[in-house]
């Protein structure tokens, strides 16, 4: 059962657009959601993360969108640049984490120049 | 600061053999957390160590267990090894109690299986 689902599986986009990447998921306990960006042979490192109380949060060229009646949360890159290129993954996580993250599957981007 | 640190990096070994993989964890982290991520997939959570004790655990068979010594580094061990255990396995630490929360991931060990 695949708690954390995401889409497209892969994106390209324009040198100066925008990257946008979705989610959804099933367990109404997931109280922790973040954005990992990985490159090839490189672990996972954490982007950005949000909390069900706030329906946006926003670092840098970084955004999260939250709803929680929908179950759904999406990252947006503005302005995306060609080093933005890499796979990213959303996960969930409940009670303080000791069931460890949730991932989806991953999403490959590239950002044409 | 020094980041999460896992090694080897790479590994070969035959079905049926044991593999030990460790980690040291962020400093100041005290919990620590391994993932098992397959080609083109997002991790999965193996299990989370807290003060040298399995705090949680993903669905993974006792074929995988650990450790975690006062120091908060920590061992992934398996044994019996089968062809689908190829993986990258990678080593998470996070600064507090449960803190599962907010988690950084090491570069990880490529473990393959023939």
């Known amino acids: 059962q695949q708690q954390v689902k995401q889409s497209p599986q892969s994106l390209i986009v324009q040198k100066g657009g925008i990257s946008i990447i979705n989610c959804a998921y099933e367990?109404?306990?997931?109280?922790?959601f973040p954005w990992y960006q990985q490159f090839p042979g490189k672990g996972p490192a954490l982007l950005i993360a949000?909390?069900?109380?706030?329906s946006e949060k926003k670092e840098g060229r970084f955004t999260i969108s939250f709803n929680k009646s929908a179950k759904q949360f999406s990252l947006h890159i503005m302005d995306s640049q060609p080093g933005d290129s890499a796979t990213y993954f959303c996960?969930?996580?409940?009670?303080?984490?000791?069931?460890?993250?949730?991932f989806g599957k991953g999403t490959h981007l590239i950002i044409q120049p | 600061e020094t980041g999460v640190t896992q090694s080897p990096t790479h590994l070969i070994k035959t079905r049926g053999q044991q593999v030990t993989l460790r980690c040291s964890s962020q400093?100041?982290?005290?919990?620590v957390s391994w993932y098992q991520q397959a080609l083109g997939q997002g991790p999965q959570f193996i299990f989370q160590?807290?003060?040298?004790?399995?705090?949680g655990r993903g669905n993974f068979p006792p074929r995988f267990s650990g450790l975690q010594f006062p120091n908060y580094s920590s061992e992934l061990n398996v044994n019996a090894l089968e062809l689908d255990d190829s993986a990258l396995y990678l080593c998470?630490?996070?600064?507090?109690?449960?803190?599962?929360?907010?988690?950084?991931f090491g570069p990880g060990t490529r473990l393959t299986v023939l």
């Open positions: 400093s100041g982290h005290n919990t």
């Open positions: 996960a969930a996580s409940s009670g303080g984490g000791a069931d460890g993250l949730t």
């Open positions: 367990n109404t306990a997931f109280d922790y």
């Open positions: 998470a630490s996070s600064p507090r109690f449960s803190g599962t929360d907010t988690q950084y």
């Open positions: 160590y807290y003060r040298e004790e399995e705090n």
């Open positions: 949000i909390r069900p109380d706030v």
